[in-house]
């Protein structure tokens, strides 16, 4: 069978480094403790580069690493220009990305550009008083009539976004907690501030920036209220009892992202710009990537996470998704990160067969997937108890325990300390099923790292898995069929074994090892809980 591209090969092309690649998100917390405080750091970071560089793993994101108080764990920067002391040093980071780059591996920091901490110099400023030169670095804004907030938006973690500021009588803006205020995008200041953040970061050899809330940063001018939700509308805005059309989502949003996009091509090779597009729709992502791919490279596919692990949901998804980009850029596959449920516990329901499955596809569809730290080793989501709740979104919503139990520390090898900190030291989140470890599945031809390894080898080297194109196969009830060029890759989400017509060639990778090698003389049969790739004969 020929291979067939019906999209550009670009996959030996520098200036798009990042397609059909993998890249892996790191909580730096969480992932290597070098000093025996519990906390991870990024001297840990670099001592465990080398199990990233034997995944196949081509860039590292570090969820951020800059100076904050921590009252949303990094995500209120309080010192953009400097590493937080709890993770360490620039000098610290600079040998980190000298000791990735020897192992081709890029490292990609985290731009939280929506809003600063409260204990960022520019709020002190701003708040100091109303004519303050930086009082319009962030949103404030008279109270209503009734002396309440000036318009109806809710915070994304709960409550009123605004808060009131008794000394200046206004009240200033935070879609997020009242000690994360919103910067006002409409500056050009602020503007400015940002482009030079993010030279200074790329001139010191970082590769790129995941963007925080990219879609979020700019708000409607005029304030105006939100609608309300309708019966219609998502699981999140019924339950905000709003649709968040004035402070998210704008259209003036564009405008920033291609004036970053220009700083980010201007370098050789250019930076890479990885959106935390945070949408409820699958159509509101695309505008993302720009008329003609002038916005941001990548942009997290968040509703395809959400979907739920059923074989005709899923083929909706990832068709719509194929269907908008080739003009625009490239796909991007997640199914876990720091903020949702782990995909092994989310999808699979702890069942390791269908983790295998939901692996297969991740590895195997166009474009970019970006695995999170834990996702090689088949980890799942950790119960945390109430009285050890650090993650502000758990403590306010209990009893739904929020980001804690994805946050636990990564589980190197099933001793005192996870491998991840001293021993006799207790980590800053409390492990999880340390018998799920890096170290023990290692060497094990049939585990869930071995099989992580494999794929990722496999999309690799092999140009029609890493960017041919994507198309589907139609398949019975259940079961998720694609091609990728001349591959084909069948996995079986349904209850019982079903005989797949159209297939030919034989069996290169399976969730179970025994396949490799069996033929698909015209179909073949696949198990329950199974996943294949074939290759053409
Ligand atoms: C998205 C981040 O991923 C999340 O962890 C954070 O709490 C919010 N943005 C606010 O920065």
Redesign the pocket.
Known sequence: MSSLRLVPDAFDDPKQWWVGQVLYQAYPRSFMDSNGDGVGDLRGVMARLDHLAWLGIRALWL?PITVSPNA??G??VADYYDVDPSLGTLADLDALVAAARDRDIGIVMDL?P??TSIEHPWFGASRSSRDNPKRDWYVWADPAPDGGPPNNWVS??GGPAWTFDEPTGQYYLHN?LDD?PDLNWWSEEVRLQFDRILRYWFDAGVSGFRI??AHMVIKDRELRDNPAATDTDSFMERMRGQRQEFNSLRPEVHEVHRRWREIADSYDPPKLLLG?T?VEHLDDLFPFFGDGGDELHLDFNIPFAHSPFEAASLADMISRTEAAMPARGTPVWVGS???ISRFPTRWADGDPDRARCALMMLLTLRGTTVLYEGDEIGMVDTDVPRDELVDP?GIRFYPYAG?DPVRTPMQWENVDGGGFTSDGVTPWLRFGDLACNVADQRDDPDSFVTLTRDLIALRTSTPDLATGAWSAIPAPDGVLAYRRGGYQVVINLGDTPVNVPGLDGRVVIGTRRARERDLAPGSLTVGAGEGVVIAPS
Do not use: G
């Open positions: 969820s949303d764990f995500y209120d939280v929506n809003h994304v973690f997020f994360q925080d809330v935390e945070f990160n720091h903020d979104v980001r």
